[in-house]
Nanobody
């Protein structure tokens, strides 16, 4: 059974950091572009980052460039999102999913809540 399982969300103060993790189960992560999306209340889902299958190229949304770092460990079937200098506007449910050329594969996690508030 194909699954993407996120963890690491929570409540953090503005300026703080969180690290999200995503475990890929039931398929070979190596073959797919994989990344992160987020959806804030009342807003459309938006792309945050997308890593190429060979880890050679990573796309970031302008709103997170310089603050977020995405990475993958194919050997462990894991994907990560290190989020620094968090802002209240980063509050959203974050989803791990196939992206880019692999978007049509349609593998999505269940989401993890990130709340940035003092």
């Amino acid at each position: 059974q194909v699954q993407l399982v996120e963890s690491g969300g929570g409540l953090v103060q503005p300026g703080g950091s969180l690290r999200l993790s995503c475990e890929a189960r039931g398929f070979f992560l190596d073959y797919f572009e994989i990344g992160w999306f987020r959806q804030a209340p009342g807003m459309e889902r938006e792309g945050v980052s997308c890593i190429s299958s060979d880890d050679g190229d990573t796309w970031y949304a302008d709103s997170v460039k310089g603050r977020f770092t995405a990475s993958r460990d194919n050997a462990k079937s894991m994907v990560y999102l290190q989020m620094n200098s968090l802002k209240p506007e980063d509050t959203a449910v974050y989803y791990c999913a196939t992206c880019g050329k692999s978007l049509a594969r349609g593998y999505w996690g269940q989401g993890t809540q990130v709340t940035v508030s003092s």
